[in-house]
């Protein structure tokens, strides 16, 4: 089992950044793919960004590529969200996502799910 909490949420102006963060629990964090989403208003939940347990190869939407950048520090347990250049349209609640297989996380088909955290993104 593993427990994914997110933090770092909250509002922000357009051009703003934010740094989201998801702790997990369990010892074997190294061993996950790790992975954001994040859903809209009146949207469907939509993958944002992925980073693999090995060589940490990380995997962008394209809405987000140039802006959005995650990482993961294996020590702490935790993966990253940096979110800077932020639009309107950013606007979601951000889950982090966990799994043994990198194709889950890309697919949404992961086993682990966080309760999300709300961005919110002023015009």
């Known amino acids: 089992q593993v427990q994914l909490v997110e933090s770092g949420g909250g509002l922000v102006q357009t051009g703003g950044s934010l740094r989201l963060s998801c702790a997990a629990s369990?010892?074997?964090?190294?061993?996950?793919?790790m992975g954001w989403f994040r859903q809209a208003p009146g949207k469907q939940r939509e993958f944002v960004a992925g980073?693999?347990?090995?060589?940490?190869?990380?995997y962008y939407a394209d809405s987000v590529k140039g802006r959005f950048t995650i990482s993961r520090d294996n020590a702490k347990n935790t993966v990253y969200l940096q979110m800077n250049s932020l639009i309107f349209e950013d606007t979601a609640v951000y889950y982090c996502?966990?799994?043994?297989?990198?194709?889950?996380?890309?697919?949404?088909?992961?086993?682990?799910w966080g309760r999300g955290t709300q961005v919110t993104v002023s015009s």
């Open positions: 996502a966990a799994d043994g297989s990198l194709q889950a996380i890309l697919s949404g088909a992961n086993d682990y």
């Open positions: 369990g010892r074997t964090f190294s061993r996950y793919a």
């Open positions: 980073i693999g347990w090995s060589f940490g190869f990380t």
